[in-house]
């Protein structure tokens, strides 16, 4: 497992798509902070921590899903991937082995993306002026963006090992995200909605939240994490790799 983690984290060093994505998350931050109105004016953001709530406003898995994507389906597009089952590894570790690589790097992704409104917000009106944000709402709120990051990561590199072609996972995360956008825009209401993730991070991974239970969303990312998990390993374990 150790060898397998070190092999993947190399290749995430040298990743493209990864490089594009961390300038990707900078310039994003960047407009949402500066541009005329932007959402931070929009929103009446006062100080760096406050901006922090952008997130929750501006959350785009799009990154991600093309992040990983890319990440998880090079190794079926170059066929390395039937090297490293031929040496009688387990699919299972191989599986993980890429999870957390891939969890680490959206991570990183999203801390970068942190980093940029705050500072930002820090430059243009203080860091926490008014001391209207505690440090237990700033804790409990990225806490709450690093779980649904992760469970975003499980899902689509689940789609990812689905299809194992660029293409079609791309086409598939971005349909999702494209679905789940215009129930928003319309305003769709019921109980199915508050089981899907973008729908729990701007309800709870806000220092306010929506709605009083905020373990409904930590409840609802760690399924969705254990439930991609599963799916994704059972589905690698069967897959005929030539």
């Known amino acids: 497992m150790f060898n397998l983690l070190k092999a993947d984290f190399y290749k995430l060093k040298k990743s493209k798509a990864f490089l594009f994505s961390m300038v990707a998350c900078l310039g994003l931050g960047a407009i949402h902070m500066l541009m005329p109105g932007a959402p931070a004016e929009i929103m009446g953001v006062d100080s760096g921590l406050g901006a922090l709530e952008l997130l929750a406003i501006n959350f785009h898995p799009q990154i991600f899903v093309a992040f990983i994507v890319v990440f998880v389906t090079a190794e079926f597009q170059l066929g390395t991937i039937k090297n490293t089952i031929s040496r009688g ?20 992704l999203l801390l ?13 009106w203080g860091f926490n002026p008014y001391e209207t944000i505690s440090i237990y709402q700033v804790a409990n709120f990225i806490g709450l963006h690093l779980l649904f990051v992760i469970a975003y990561t499980a899902f689509f590199m689940l789609i990812a090992i689905l299809f194992r072609h660029l293409a079609g996972a791309l086409v598939t995360g971005y349909l999702y995200i494209i679905m ?17 993730l973008h729908w729990n991070v701007n309800n709870f991974g806000i220092f ?14 760690l399924a969705w994490i254990v439930i991609s998990l599963i799916l994704g390993v059972i589905i690698f374990k069967k897959q005929d790799i030539k």
């Open 89 to 108: 590894i387990s699919r299972r570790q191989i599986y993980l082995s890429k999870f957390i690589v891939t969890n680490v790097a959206t991570v990183v």
């Open 112 to 124: 970068i993306y942190v980093l940029i409104h705050v500072v930002f917000g820090t430059i243009r």
């Open 180 to 196: 789940i956008g215009l129930l928003f825009l319309a305003e769709v209401e019921g109980s199915l909605i508050r089981y899907e």
């Open 208 to 221: 306010e939240p929506t709605y009083p239970e905020p373990w409904h969303g930590i409840i609802v990312a």
